[in-house]
């Protein structure tokens, strides 16, 4: 039974049971490879898997380094008393040490790759692990997440391709502020608490303006995604995803409205998704 509480406890740390945040790091990777895909007119297959499971690992190996960080805080957070390192359910050396082995895993993915793929992972694998340590110092650590996990189309893209394009810079730019807003939205949630023991976030630096800031940033996204279907000669049928991509922007920005952050947080999954099933479609109809 206390073996199965410590699993329990480990999954939950990882967030594991959580898996929205896996996807969102998984989509900007999937957009990266897809579009050198697009650009190559072909993806080796193995590198989708290394890019699910890099999603996994990578995801759950950030979520453990910012509660080893976070655990003194997240006892005085309504929403994060309840994370194992707060109730104590998981200690600190135990995270420790389950951080150390997804970070070996982490590495084993992209060791065997190529030696781009492992420079660009290695470098941004540090941000990771410093990206914790800026909500308590940098006035807006949303940024330096949307670097860091935006880096995800970067690595993805390496696997397939050592040309670092035009339509790169405009997917990572746009990522990034795609990031940028919806974890501003996500930082909603939390603002007061937040205020009340000195952590930083865009929801608190922008004060009335950050939900006015973050939908901007949101429609910079879609910026970039326009910017590539013309660069890339994108089908007509595109034209039909970025229809269903304003619906579900002001699906969110009602839900904004109501005061409901999480939840409108939760809606850039399905964005997520449907951008992918875009770039895929253009793949099978260019190919």
């Given amino acids: 039974m206390q073996m199965d509480n410590k699993i329990i406890g480990l999954i939950e740390l990882a967030r594991l049971d959580k898996p929205i945040g896996i996807y969102l790091l998984l989509w900007p990777a999937l957009l990266g490879l897809l579009l050198a895909g697009i650009q190559s007119e072909s993806i080796n297959f193995i590198n989708y898997i290394i890019v699910i499971i890099g999603s996994i690992v990578v995801r759950s190996c950030g979520c453990v380094i910012n509660d080893i960080s976070d655990f003194k805080i997240d006892k005085l957070v309504t929403r994060t008393v309840g994370r194992p390192l707060a109730t104590g359910s998981v200690t600190i050396t135990e995270a420790w040490i389950f951080f150390i082995i997804l970070a070996v895993l982490s590495i084993s993915l992209i060791i065997f790759t ?7 992972s290695l470098f941004f694998g540090l941000l990771i692990v410093f990206y914790p340590l800026t909500k308590r110092f940098f006035p807006a650590p949303q940024f330096i997440l ?3 996990f935006g880096s995800a189309s970067l690595i993805a893209y390496s696997l397939q391709s050592n ?3 035009f339509s790169l810079m405009i997917l990572y730019l746009g990522v990034i502020a795609w990031i940028i807003s919806f974890d501003t939205v996500y930082a909603l949630e939390d603002k007061e608490d937040d205020i009340k023991i000195n952590i930083n976030s865009t929801a608190i630096l922008w004060g009335d303006n950050a939900i006015k800031y973050a939908h901007i940033l949101h429609l910079v996204f879609y910026i970039s995604l326009l910017i590539l279907a013309i660069i890339n000669q ?3 049928y595109f034209f039909f995803i970025f229809l269903g991509l304003v619906g579900l922007y002001f699906y969110q920005k009602k839900l904004v409205r109501e005061s409901k952050f999480l939840s409108a947080f939760k ?3 399905w964005i997520g998704l449907l951008v992918v099933i875009g770039f ?3 793949i099978i109809y260019l190919g």
């Fill in 163 to 165: 040309i670092f394009s």
């Fill in 146 to 148: 949307g670097i860091t």
């Fill in 234 to 236: 994108f089908s007509f």
């Fill in 114 to 120: 190529n030696p781009l793929t492992l420079k660009i």
């Fill in 267 to 269: 809606v850039n999954n």
């Fill in 280 to 282: 895929i479609f253009e």
